[in-house]
Nanobody, 110 residues
Framework: VQLVESGGGSVQPGGSLRLSCATS????????LHWYRQAPGTERELIAV???????FYALSVKDRFIVSRDSAKKIMYLQMNNLKPEDTAVYYC?????WGQGTQVTVAS
Protein backbone atom coordinates (compact mmCIF):
# COMPACT_ATOMS: atom_id res chain seq x y z
CA VAL A 1 0.00 0.00 0.00
CA GLN A 2 1.32 3.41 -0.93
CA LEU A 3 -0.12 6.89 -0.69
CA VAL A 4 1.51 9.92 -2.30
CA GLU A 5 0.22 13.45 -1.75
CA SER A 6 0.93 16.36 -4.04
CA GLY A 7 -0.39 19.80 -4.89
CA GLY A 8 0.60 21.80 -1.84
CA GLY A 9 2.09 25.26 -2.02
CA SER A 10 1.75 28.86 -0.92
CA VAL A 11 -1.40 30.86 -1.53
CA GLN A 12 -2.92 34.12 -0.34
CA PRO A 13 -5.98 34.16 1.91
CA GLY A 14 -9.11 33.56 -0.12
CA GLY A 15 -7.23 31.50 -2.67
CA SER A 16 -7.63 27.87 -3.68
CA LEU A 17 -5.51 24.77 -4.00
CA ARG A 18 -6.22 21.20 -5.03
CA LEU A 19 -4.35 18.39 -3.34
CA SER A 20 -4.03 14.90 -4.77
CA CYS A 21 -3.54 11.57 -3.04
CA ALA A 22 -2.38 8.92 -5.48
CA THR A 23 -2.97 5.43 -4.16
CA SER A 24 -1.67 1.98 -5.00
CA UNK A 25 -2.14 -1.43 -3.49
CA UNK A 26 -5.69 -0.86 -2.25
CA UNK A 27 -9.20 -1.63 -3.44
CA UNK A 28 -9.88 1.99 -4.25
CA UNK A 29 -13.56 1.45 -4.93
CA UNK A 30 -14.32 0.29 -1.39
CA UNK A 31 -11.49 1.90 0.60
CA UNK A 32 -12.34 4.35 3.34
CA LEU A 33 -9.89 7.22 2.88
CA HIS A 34 -9.11 10.15 5.11
CA TRP A 35 -7.56 13.60 4.87
CA TYR A 36 -5.73 14.91 7.91
CA ARG A 37 -3.69 18.00 8.56
CA GLN A 38 -1.14 19.00 11.15
CA ALA A 39 -0.10 22.54 11.95
CA PRO A 40 3.15 23.21 13.84
CA GLY A 41 2.82 22.47 17.55
CA THR A 42 -0.60 20.85 17.19
CA GLU A 43 -1.98 17.35 16.96
CA ARG A 44 -2.95 15.85 13.66
CA GLU A 45 -6.53 16.84 12.82
CA LEU A 46 -9.01 14.74 10.84
CA ILE A 47 -10.66 17.02 8.29
CA ALA A 48 -12.49 14.65 5.93
CA VAL A 49 -13.53 11.03 5.61
CA UNK A 50 -14.46 9.54 2.25
CA UNK A 51 -16.45 6.39 2.95
CA UNK A 52 -17.62 6.15 -0.64
CA UNK A 53 -17.27 8.59 -3.52
CA UNK A 54 -20.59 10.17 -2.65
CA UNK A 55 -20.52 9.63 1.11
CA UNK A 56 -18.12 12.12 2.64
CA PHE A 57 -17.89 13.68 6.09
CA TYR A 58 -16.16 16.97 6.84
CA ALA A 59 -14.85 18.60 9.99
CA LEU A 60 -16.66 21.81 10.86
CA SER A 61 -13.42 23.74 10.35
CA VAL A 62 -13.44 22.97 6.62
CA LYS A 63 -17.07 22.21 5.85
CA ASP A 64 -18.47 24.26 2.95
CA ARG A 65 -14.94 25.28 1.88
CA PHE A 66 -13.21 21.96 1.14
CA ILE A 67 -14.48 19.30 -1.25
CA VAL A 68 -13.27 15.70 -1.49
CA SER A 69 -13.60 13.79 -4.73
CA ARG A 70 -12.32 10.50 -6.07
CA ASP A 71 -11.25 9.32 -9.52
CA SER A 72 -11.66 5.56 -9.49
CA ALA A 73 -9.99 5.08 -12.87
CA LYS A 74 -6.83 6.85 -11.70
CA LYS A 75 -7.15 5.73 -8.05
CA ILE A 76 -6.63 9.29 -6.87
CA MET A 77 -8.44 11.15 -4.12
CA TYR A 78 -8.56 14.93 -4.34
CA LEU A 79 -9.03 17.69 -1.81
CA GLN A 80 -10.26 20.92 -3.37
CA MET A 81 -9.61 23.71 -0.90
CA ASN A 82 -11.40 27.02 -1.45
CA ASN A 83 -11.49 30.29 0.47
CA LEU A 84 -8.29 29.35 2.25
CA LYS A 85 -7.48 31.01 5.55
CA PRO A 86 -4.18 31.46 7.40
CA GLU A 87 -5.38 28.88 9.93
CA ASP A 88 -5.48 26.29 7.14
CA THR A 89 -1.67 26.39 7.06
CA ALA A 90 -0.49 22.85 7.80
CA VAL A 91 0.98 19.70 6.37
CA TYR A 92 -1.82 17.73 4.74
CA TYR A 93 -1.85 13.94 4.77
CA CYS A 94 -4.01 11.27 3.25
CA UNK A 95 -4.57 8.06 5.15
CA UNK A 96 -5.81 4.57 4.56
CA UNK A 97 -5.97 2.17 7.50
CA UNK A 98 -2.46 2.34 9.05
CA UNK A 99 -0.79 3.81 5.99
CA TRP A 100 0.10 7.49 5.64
CA GLY A 101 1.48 9.52 2.82
CA GLN A 102 4.52 11.74 3.24
CA GLY A 103 2.39 14.87 3.46
CA THR A 104 2.29 18.07 1.44
CA GLN A 105 2.76 21.55 2.88
CA VAL A 106 0.06 24.19 2.48
CA THR A 107 0.87 27.75 3.50
CA VAL A 108 -1.76 30.50 3.49
CA ALA A 109 -0.32 33.96 3.99
CA SER A 110 -0.50 37.48 2.58
Amino acid sequence: VQLVESGGGSVQPGGSLRLSCATSGIDFTTAVLHWYRQAPGTERELIAVSVRPDDIFYALSVKDRFIVSRDSAKKIMYLQMNNLKPEDTAVYYCNYDNTWGQGTQVTVAS
